[in-house]
């Protein structure tokens, strides 16, 4: 892949650039609630700027930018330090599955409301006997007339307090092979059988939660891609996680890194020859993996949407990320770890980084068979 810029793709940066100059929001208030209304506030502002979703063809409300202009989207954002909308599922997950699987009228009635940030998405795969192995899990959906009926518990579900919708896999029929008894619902969170318990992380925020389920209702036309197609469609959305959130997410470290390296340098301790070192060390893994990214955005220009290759980015992220987040700690010393410092929360907060969007152990199954063709385990 040719790494310089064209002519439009620097026109592009160049205007996001100057849009982003003047009108940054300024730095994100603390305190989970207060972030989230901030960003959802700074996601409605990119929104009426026709900045929300750059890579979304111009007919759902994007600028149909290249796979290159939606990255420097993503690098331009992080360089600013600006902060990422709050609708974050919704743009990168619930979004592209709509735009892969849905019927018109579902593009129609629920792309704009994401992009907008009207509407916030999360996505309730995870169970308490699911999780890597989403095929067994266990929420049953049974037709009641119109609609469907479903019955179980979800766990892990990040953002559920904030969300309107739930991108939802449930069990429609018992006696096919797991992957093919699974239907993708769009589930109304806001209605008398969905009730959403926060679990407290270790940082202290209780970003997800567990979702409980009892007759919760969802009209037939709120199926996703057809009754039984539930793995397929569900693939579709764990490919552009994968993919889209180590892209966006690979910047933020390189943004992180940054302010290490000027808060070592501003404190002298950069003249210790052991941190410098380290510190080098991590600045090539970024380097490598921001090419590694763009190497990804490579075949997803290939086959139309992102492949088996993402979980790699995943995995270098949540790797990189980790070590960088401890080596923060230990070189800025134990005040970084002092509440109110944001090194101490980001290094706890890292912790999930190989749980989150598919664990480490998962992904290197997938690269090992996928990736690299070798043998599946008998
Ligand atoms: C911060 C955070 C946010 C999340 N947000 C969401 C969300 O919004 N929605 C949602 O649905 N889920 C969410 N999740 C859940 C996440 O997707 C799951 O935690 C993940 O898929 C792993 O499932 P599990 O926790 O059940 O662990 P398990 O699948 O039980 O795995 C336990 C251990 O066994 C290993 N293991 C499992 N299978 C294999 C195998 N075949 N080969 C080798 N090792 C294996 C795993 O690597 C892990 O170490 C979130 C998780 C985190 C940490």
Not at 74 to 103: H, K, Q, S, Y
Not at 343 to 350: N, T
Request: with cysteine; charged share 25%.
């Amino acid at each position: 892949m040719d790494l310089t810029f064209n002519e439009s793709e620097s026109a592009f940066r160049d205007e996001l650039r100057a849009w982003i100059k003047a009108n940054h929001p300024g730095e994100e208030p603390a305190g989970e609630d207060e972030g989230y209304a901030f960003r959802r506030d700074w996601q409605r502002q990119l929104y009426e700027a026709g900045w929300a979703a750059v890579h979304w063809p111009t007919e759902y409300g994007g600028r149909d930018a290249t796979l290159v202009e939606a990255a420097i989207f993503n690098e331009e954002l992080a360089r600013a330090r600006a902060p990422f909308p709050a609708n974050v599922l919704g743009l990168l997950l619930a979004g592209p599955t709509l735009m892969i699987w849905g019927d018109d009228e579902q593009k129609q009635r629920y792309l704009d409301p994401i992009m907008s940030g009207d509407e916030i998405w999360c996505q309730g795969f995870s169970e308490p006997e699911a999780g890597s192995d989403l095929a067994s899990l266990k929420s049953k959906a049974v037709r009641d007339g119109d609609d469907w009926l479903i019955t179980g518990q979800k766990v892990w579900t990040s953002g559920a307090q904030y969300s309107k919708w739930c991108m939802l896999v449930a069990r429609t029929d018992f006696d096919a092979p797991k992957h093919k008894g699974l239907t993708y619902f769009i589930l109304d969170m806001e209605q008398e059988g969905v009730e959403v318990r926060p679990l407290r992380q270790i940082t202290g925020d209780p970003e997800f939660n567990e979702l409980f389920l009892e007759n919760a209702r969802v009209p037939a036309a709120n199926v996703l891609g057809g009754e039984g197609n539930g793995w397929t469609v569900a693939l579709t959305t764990l490919m552009n996680e994968r993919a889209g959130l180590a892209f966006g997410l690979q910047v933020g470290m390189k943004v992180a890194l940054d302010e290490l390296t000027e808060e070592l340098a501003a404190s002298g301790k950069l003249d210790d020859p052991m941190i410098a070192d380290e510190l080098g060390a991590l600045h090539i893994k970024c380097e490598i993996l921001r090419l590694t990214a763009y190497r990804g955005l490579t075949a997803t220009m290939k086959y139309g949407q992102p492949g088996p290759e993402g979980s790699l980015t995943k995995w270098m992220w949540s790797q990189g990320n980790q070590e960088l987040m401890q080596f923060a700690t230990k070189a800025l010393g134990p005040q970084s770890l002092a509440g109110g410092s944001n090194w101490g929360r980001s290094m706890l907060r890292s912790r999930g980084n190989s749980i989150e969007g598919g664990t480490t152990e998962v992904l290197k199954n997938i690269i090992a068979e996928r990736v690299l063709g070798l043998p599946r385990k008998k």
